[in-house]
T-cell receptor
């Protein structure tokens, strides 16, 4: 049973480009969470999704950021028109239940905006 | 809103000794979970230990144990017989009815030979 898979591991984008981060949850997990970790800081919640539904997006910036978790395929975190301040590690976690009792994390995607 | 505070940015311990990492939290909820995660240089977030708030007994996982003081809203992590591989960032986290995890700012643990 493969763990949570995130790709790419490293992503470099120029200012103004789009970044797409992918997360494939563990088999049997239908709940996905995205977190952002700025350098030397803890992880901050961004969004919680179930298949085809956004459950909680209270941590998502109002502009340029969006997330989806389609019926088929991975969850996608999309950042449009990236700026230097978007440089961070983005982590995905999945769980089989709605409560974060058994959340498993991917290895993260490190986004660098140049 | 729930908050998690880790007041020790850095800690060090001698190999084979015991170290305690502190964590306090603030919540008005009665049903919640508390976690300690380890983040080594690889950045992988590894669950170390989990405590359910309604359980009075402190959780234990091999060399790792917690001191859960619900009334004081304190959740410290004790690492016994420290090993070089324990060196990492340690994050305390809270999960309540909102389901998401709220993390502290982390404690960097160094293990000395």
């Amino acid at each position: 049973n493969a763990g949570v898979m995130q790709n790419p591991r490293h992503l470099v984008r120029r200012r103004g480009q789009e970044a797409r981060l992918r997360c494939s949850p563990m088999k049997g997990h239908s709940h996905v969470y995205w977190y952002r970790q700025l350098p030397e800081e803890g992880l901050k919640f961004m969004v919680y999704l179930q298949k085809e539904n956004i459950i909680d997006e209270s941590g998502m910036p109002k502009e340029r950021f969006s997330a989806e978790f389609p019926k088929e395929g991975p969850s996608i975190l999309r950042i449009q028109q990236v700026v230097r301040g978007d440089s961070a590690a983005y982590f995905c976690a999945s769980s089989p239940l709605g409560r974060n009792t058994e959340a498993f994390f991917g290895q993260g995607t490190r986004l660098t905006v140049v | 809103a729930q908050t998690v505070t880790q007041s020790q940015p850095e800690m060090s311990v001698q190999e084979a000794e015991t170290v305690t990492l502190s964590c306090t939290y603030d919540t008005s909820e009665s049903d919640y979970y508390l976690f300690w995660y380890k983040q080594p240089p690889s950045r992988q977030m590894i669950l170390v230990i989990r405590q359910e708030a309604y359980k009075q007994q402190n959780a234990t996982e091999n060399r790792f144990s917690v001191n859960f003081q619900k009334a004081a809203k304190s959740f410290s992590l004790k690492i016994s017989d420290s090993q070089l591989g324990d060196a990492a960032m340690y994050f305390c986290a809270y999960s309540g009815t909102a389901s998401k995890l709220t993390f502290g700012t982390g404690t960097r643990l160094q293990v000395m030979l």
